[in-house]
């Protein structure tokens, strides 16, 4: 709550609070990022001052407003140790599998063989990584003109996490093992006339829309 941006944010949570609506809101570490909890300018040390976290409650320090009335439900990321995490995995790659669009793709893509394990590996069972790398895949197999993603694909996918927009403090950059990304993309190669699009399938959320 350091930013300017993140008091705007916190300024139109409180604005959508006078509707009559129901918000469902992701986000990463929202008891420690603060936008709950009403964090004020100090003038004198220039900088925001924010109050004790929802944790300080087993303290006798209760929440602020804003943050009580909200329902905080945690959700860790995936992970892949006992069978029922496994299963949960696999079971939200085969949801992005399904809405995938590619000529070439086919079952199990994304959910069989040792593409799960790979995946894992590659992003922490982190859902944002995880999207960002095979949305990253899928535009590279259809200016390649491979149409598929696996794992040679994927290898040519760097996700930087220095990314200068993000902000450590708030917790905008998640923890992987460096030792997991390619060190450097692979050599682009030529790139294809890009494919006429008129004929593809826009999936069932987009089929939906218009009923």
């Given amino acids: 709550m350091h930013r300017l941006d993140d008091q705007d944010v916190l300024d139109l949570i409180r604005a959508f609070m006078s509707m009559n609506v129901t918000l469902i809101l992701v986000g990463v570490d929202i008891p420690g990022s603060g936008l709950l909890r009403?964090?004020?300018?100090?003038?004198?040390?220039?900088?925001?001052?924010?109050?004790p976290a929802t944790r300080a409650r087993n303290f006798g320090l209760e929440p602020t407003q804003t943050e009580h009335r909200f329902d905080l439900v945690d959700l860790d990321r995936f992970h892949y140790t006992t069978p029922q995490q496994i299963q949960a995995f696999t079971n939200h790659l085969a949801g992005i599998e399904d809405?995938?669009?590619?000529?070439?793709?086919?079952?199990?893509?994304?959910?069989?063989?040792?593409m799960p394990e790979y995946l894992m590996r590659r992003t922490g069972g982190?859902?944002?990584?995880?999207?960002?790398?095979?949305?990253?895949?899928?535009?590279?197999?259809?200016?390649?003109?491979?149409?598929?993603?696996?794992?040679?694909?994927?290898?040519?996918i760097v996700l930087s996490l220095n990314d200068p927009t993000r902000d450590p403090a708030a917790g905008e950059i998640p923890a992987i093992d460096p030792g997991d990304q390619p060190a450097q993309p692979r050599p682009k190669k030529s790139r294809r006339r890009p494919r006429n699009t008129v004929f593809d399938d826009p999936g069932p959320r987009a089929a939906g829309a218009g009923a």
């Fill in 38 to 51: 009403e964090a004020a300018w100090d003038e004198k040390n220039r900088q925001w001052v924010m109050p």
């Fill in 99 to 114: 809405g995938l669009r590619l000529f070439d793709s086919r079952p199990g893509m994304l959910t069989t063989g040792t």
């Fill in 126 to 156: 982190v859902v944002g990584l995880l999207a960002r790398l095979i949305e990253d895949g899928a535009q590279e197999a259809i200016d390649t003109g491979r149409e598929r993603i696996d794992e040679s694909l994927l290898d040519e």
